[in-house]
Nanobody, 127 residues
């Protein structure tokens, strides 16, 4: 059973940076696309970014393009989300999740295809 644990959240000033990590335990991690999602208070969960199993395909929400970068290290069973130029509207709980299907060549930020959700990590952007 694949288990995902997020870390790296915290309080940061506007314009600052954070790097989130999604660490996995389980043998199928390297065969699965991983997605990052976030949920702000009073709002629905939304897709932020995703990366294919090989790392060759990535996608970003328009709201984070040019500011966030997703990457993965399959040797360390970890996916990273580097977040730069953070804005107050980036404040949310950030979750990672794994594609339910193996070896998808592209990644898509469609929540229903993801499972094995982590517990989330809080990101707060405030002065």
């Amino acid at each position: 059973q694949l288990q995902l644990v997020e870390s790296g959240g915290g309080l940061v000033q506007p314009g600052g940076s954070l790097r989130l990590s999604c660490a996995a335990s389980g043998s199928t991690f390297s065969y699965r696309a991983i997605g990052w999602f976030r949920q702000a208070p009073g709002k629905e969960r939304e897709g932020v970014s995703c990366i294919s199993s090989s790392g060759g395909s990535t996608n970003y929400a328009d709201s984070v393009k040019g500011r966030f970068t997703i990457s993965r290290d399959n040797a360390k069973n970890t996916v990273y989300l580097q977040m730069n130029s953070l804005k107050p509207e980036d404040t949310a709980i950030y979750y990672c999740a794994a594609d339910k299907y193996l070896s998808r060549s592209m990644c898509v930020m469609s929540e229903p295809i993801y499972g094995n959700w982590g517990q989330g990590t809080q990101v707060t952007v405030s002065s």
